[in-house]
């Protein structure tokens, strides 16, 4: 299971996956680390995660003329080299 950074993509309680690599935006004032992803990583044995960059917003996800042109690249590699670990 993947998780970019935002609530509601997915449930916590009683569910554990096999896998999960949580994506987050390290300036993100929408879906913060302190509220969202630690949840996630400290509460799920499996859970991964990593920073897409210490500037990248919330918006750089799906702005027309994001900041950061390249958060969205780097978390879809994020991503893509999770399920080949998991898949493969």
Known sequence: ???LG?????????YEPEGF???W????????????????LE???TASGRSIGAAVVHEDFFA???????????????AAAFFLEQLV
């Open 1 to 3: 299971m993947v998780a």
């Open 6 to 14: 935002h609530h509601g993509n997915n449930s916590v309680d009683g």
């Open 21 to 23: 690599l949580h994506v």
């Open 25 to 40: 935006a390290g300036a993100d004032t929408i879906t913060p680390y302190e509220a969202d992803t630690r949840l996630y």
């Open 43 to 45: 509460h799920i044995p």
């Open 64 to 78: 027309p003329e994001p900041a950061d042109p390249t958060a969205k690249v780097r978390a879809g590699e994020e």
